[in-house]
């Protein structure tokens, strides 16, 4: 125990007593007026520094608590708000990444048929232009075999004429050209 207490224990007990009062009065040199006076000089203190000091300063401990406690809910409710913002923006990124898929897939398939029309474009004028070249052929053939006709019956004509060694007139040359010209139509 500390000495402080069992001096007070002490000091109880004995205070029971008659004299002791007095003992102690003389051998502490204790007065009891003085003591009176500097216990009412000390709640005088308390006072002051209660009601100046100790008064501001609870009040004061408790605004900063309610401060603090009010930074803390604002603190939480931010959190809050930016973890249903980063949700979200999440959700909104989700969002767009599946917009974007759906994008390129029309543009995919947008291509795609652009591709196949153009192929068929290409296609077609290739076949115009096969059809066109066909058709060109077909008339240099014609017209390389009419020539060729008509060759074969003017070599046919003067052949004829050196065999049979006589001028032909106009008019059998032309009579020869057409017979040589039917049989060629012919075979």
Do not use: C, W
Not at 43 to 58: C, E, H, N, Q, S
Not at 81 to 99: M, P
Not at 129 to 135: D, E, L, P, Y
């Amino acid at each position: 125990m500390s000495p402080l207490l069992i001096a007070t224990v002490e000091a109880t007990t004995h205070a029971a007593q008659p004299g002791l009062v007095e003992g102690l009065q003389s051998q502490f040199g204790l007065q009891v007026n003085y003591i009176v006076i500097q216990a009412v000089s000390f709640l005088i203190v308390m006072g002051v520094l209660y009601r100046f000091a100790i008064k501001p300063t609870i009040a004061t401990m408790d605004e900063r608590a309610t401060k603090i406690d009010s930074g803390l809910k604002y603190a939480e409710e931010m959190k809050a708000k930016l973890d249903a913002s980063q949700a979200e923006s999440a959700e909104i990124v989700k969002e767009a990444q599946s917009k974007a898929g759906v994008i390129i897939n029309e543009a995919r398939d947008n291509a795609k048929d652009f591709l196949e029309k153009q192929t068929q474009e290409a296609t077609a004028k290739a076949n115009d232009i096969v059809t066109k070249a066909q058709q060109a052929i077909e008339l240099e053939r014609r017209k390389t075999i009419a020539e060729a006709r008509e060759e074969i019956a003017r070599l046919v004509v003067t052949t004829t004429e050196r065999v049979l060694a006589k001028k032909l007139s106009d008019e059998d040359r032309a009579s020869y050209n057409e017979t040589a010209a039917k049989e060629l139509n012919i075979v």
